[in-house]
């Protein structure tokens, strides 16, 4: 089973600032089955991210992702207000699929 | 518009069964693998099992193998997630939800049905 690692497991800034979320993988993950899910309080989880670095419909291009082999990365390059969630990543090239554990983005 | 509905989540003791069902709609669902994905209550996502898009392939996490058993109706456009032998570990929000890409069981979740919770207890 592929472990994902996310980090930091909360993260707290200030609107306005630029946020950087890691996500690791115990062994290489395909570019292409690694996705970004952000989910609020509530609610179900919501794709951000999808293949590591495209933007899924109707996500503000102040997200992107990056990485390849172990190390992928969720940036928010100026967070809105109605950023602050909890960010997820998910492999979905190896069964059994696995998600992280999670990184909540909070108000600082 | 995409829409996946759930139902027959509810209080069930250990050892007891449920059936979930969910009904999916705007798509094309015999093109799609389906899967289901728990939240315990305050946890993360934990990711259950998954069908291919024919019914002829299905996978599951080992914490339920040999327990649940997932199963599609493509001519009624339902996936379902027979749950045996439950446990209170098992209590959790169960979402169905879709893959991307047409025919592609590798491909990640792009949309997800609201939930159903299931409680075991005694």
């Known amino acids: 089973e592929i472990v994902l690692t996310q980090s930091p497991g909360t993260l707290s800034l200030s609107p306005g600032e630029r946020a950087t979320l890691s996500c690791r993988a115990s062994q290489s993950v395909s570019s292409t089955s690694l996705a970004w899910y952000q989910q609020k309080p509530g609610q179900a989880p919501r794709l951000l991210i999808y293949g590591a670095s495209n933007r899924a419909s109707g996500i503000p291009d102040r997200f992107s992702g990056s990485g390849s082999g172990t190390d992928f990365a969720l940036t928010i390059s100026r967070l809105e207000p109605e950023d602050f969630a909890v960010y997820y990543c998910?492999?979905?090239?190896?069964?059994?699929?696995?998600f992280g554990q999670g990184t909540k983005l909070e108000v600082k | 518009e995409v829409q996946l509905v759930e139902t027959g989540g509810g209080l069930v003791h250990p050892g007891g069964s449920l059936r979930l069902s969910c009904a999916a709609s705007g798509f094309t669902f015999s093109s799609y693998a389906m899967t289901w994905v728990r939240q315990a209550p305050g946890k993360g996502l934990d990711w259950v099992s998954i069908i291919n898009y024919s019914g002829a392939g299905t996978s599951y996490a080992d914490a339920v193998k040999g327990r649940f058993t997932i199963s599609r109706d493509n001519s009624k456009n339902t996936v379902f997630l027979q749950m045996d032998s439950l446990r209170a570990e098992d209590t959790a929000i169960y979402y169905c939800a879709k893959t991307i890409f047409p025919r592609d069981s590798a491909s990640c979740i792009d949309f997800w049905g609201q939930g159903t919770l299931v409680t075991v207890s005694s």
């Open positions: 998910l492999q979905s090239g190896t069964s059994p699929k696995t």
